[in-house]
């Protein structure tokens, strides 16, 4: 098994600040078939993250590299989380893959919207940026209720749309917000529903979880696909 | 009996999906799930349900029940036990 390494790339994409690198755990044997993995977004960032370190560690032991960036405002990033935009992040996404000179792509849940073109792979149980937000403003009307100060979804919407507005903790800022709103999966990844993975989707916990069982067939799921199309 | 219109799901598909719902949601077995009653309590009283959770349930209540929630209907009574969100599921259910 490889140990993975947490790396520095040089991240320029436009309006996120001037020369500053990005991390990114991979695990690179400098093998011929390499998968970035662009992690799931804002509250589902955490709730997959194990999961998903889970399933490159056993396309580790496949063959296949793999890399997940940090996208800037995330994690130790130095940008700024409110001035992130969806044009950034794919930006930053291209950066990503001309630096790790990756084959292929697999996009986790709400990620799948910023997948560039012309590059092959996968989206696993993708959704698109109108349902991001839907779970994520629920989240604060339900809070704001229990806390005997009721917010209505649309208020949160205009707030949002014209200043940003922090939801499940993540600033998202107004640009971003109106991006989310349209914003759909690109189109010519491959599906891997959720449905194939033989249990629920772990963005549905409270909390973070793992399960061995999904993340085998996961793994299992493109090791084939990338054996008969490397 | 049928009078050639569609029926609304019947209250045991309503109660199943729901179970697995909640199982889903709440990272639980089946056999647990299939142990609450009409005063099982839920949020408030389950630690795992917390607002982001409830949210989670509520938003694939509505995708895989085919019903949308509005803000309106989300109250203490409706969350509070088994028998309340199963109730409100039927009615929404009977609306859609």
């Known amino acids: ?230 | 009996m049928s009078n050639g219109h569609d029926l609304a799901p019947s209250r045991a598909a309503i109660d199943a999906k729901l179970r697995k719902i909640l199982s889903d949601v709440l990272g639980l077995a089946a056999d647990d799930v299939a142990a609450f009653d009409a005063n099982t309590g839920l949020f408030g009283h389950l630690p795992e349900l917390d607002s982001m959770a409830v949210a989670g349930l509520l938003t694939e209540m509505e995708d895989q029940l085919d019903i949308i929630i509005e803000d309106d209907d989300v109250d203490g009574e409706m969350l509070e036990t088994y028998g309340g969100l199963l109730a409100f599921a039927e009615a929404k259910a009977v609306e859609a």
């Open chain 1, 1 to 230: 098994m490889t140990p993975f390494t947490l790396v520095n790339w040089p991240c320029h994409a436009a309006g996120c600040g001037n020369d500053h690198s990005e991390m990114a755990l991979a695990f690179d044997r400098g093998r011929k078939v390499r998968l970035l993995v662009i992690p799931a977004l804002f509250d589902e960032a955490n709730k997959l993250r194990r999961q998903t370190i889970n399933v490159m560690r056993r396309l580790d032991l496949a063959g296949i590299d793999t890399f997940v960036p940090d996208l800037p405002g995330c994690n130790e990033s130095i940008a700024s989380l409110p001035q992130q935009t969806l044009a950034i992040w794919r930006d930053a996404t291209v950066e990503a893959v001309r630096n790790f000179k990756v084959t292929h792509i697999l996009t986790v849940r709400a990620s799948a919207m910023l997948a560039p073109d012309g590059l092959p792979g996968w989206a696993w149980a993708p959704t698109g940026g109108r349902q991001a937000l839907r779970g994520m403003i629920r989240a604060r009307t339900i809070a704001a209720k229990e806390a005997g100060r009721p917010e209505k979804t649309e208020d949160i919407q205009t707030l949002g749309r014209t200043e940003g507005v922090e939801l499940a903790g993540w600033q998202i800022g107004a640009e971003m917000f109106r991006d989310l709103e349209s914003a759909n999966p690109a189109a010519h990844l491959i599906e891997i529903p959720q449905s194939d993975l033989g249990g629920p989707g772990l963005w549905l916990r409270a909390e973070p979880d793992e399960d061995a069982d999904q993340a085998d067939t996961l793994a299992t799921i493109l090791s084939n696909a990338l054996e008969l199309n490397p």
